[in-house]
């Protein structure tokens, strides 16, 4: 499975972006699909997760400005961010968590996106 994402670039402070990313492949059935993002030297940090029945959760600096909307029939997951702060500079990366279903159980996967780098600054 392959996860694309795109939309990244430099954008002024108080300026928006979408980003956006699509999996491909042998997908079972996806459940959870989440933003990253990651500055150097610092661990990556959860920015947004939407699971299957539409519940959304955010980290607390980016509550109010960012948005996040999945589409699993696509397998896809967006986030719109608005009002972005120099502190909204990072590398974000989507990732998706697969659930296969068997006669011994559920195995979980975790996809990653290749990485999309976001730049706030004037």
């Known amino acids: 499975v392959q996860l694309q994402a795109s939309g990244g670039g430099l954008v002024q402070p108080g300026g928006s972006l979408r980003l956006s990313c699509v999996a491909s492949?042998?997908?079972?059935?996806?459940?959870?699909m989440n933003w990253y993002r990651q500055t150097p030297g610092k661990q990556r940090e959860l920015v947004a997760m939407i699971t299957r029945s539409n519940t959304t959760a955010y980290k607390e600096s980016v509550k109010g400005r960012f948005a996040i909307s999945g589409d699993y029939a696509r397998n896809a997951v967006s986030l719109q961010m608005n009002s972005l702060k120099p502190e909204d500079t990072a590398v974000y990366y989507c990732?998706?968590?697969?659930?296969?279903?068997?006669?011994?159980?559920?195995?979980?996967?975790?996809?990653w996106g290749q990485g999309t780098l976001v730049t706030v600054s004037s």
């Open positions: 492949g042998s997908i079972f059935d996806i459940r959870v």
């Open positions: 990732n998706m968590k697969d659930f296969q279903t068997t006669e011994g159980g559920t195995n979980e996967y975790n996809y």
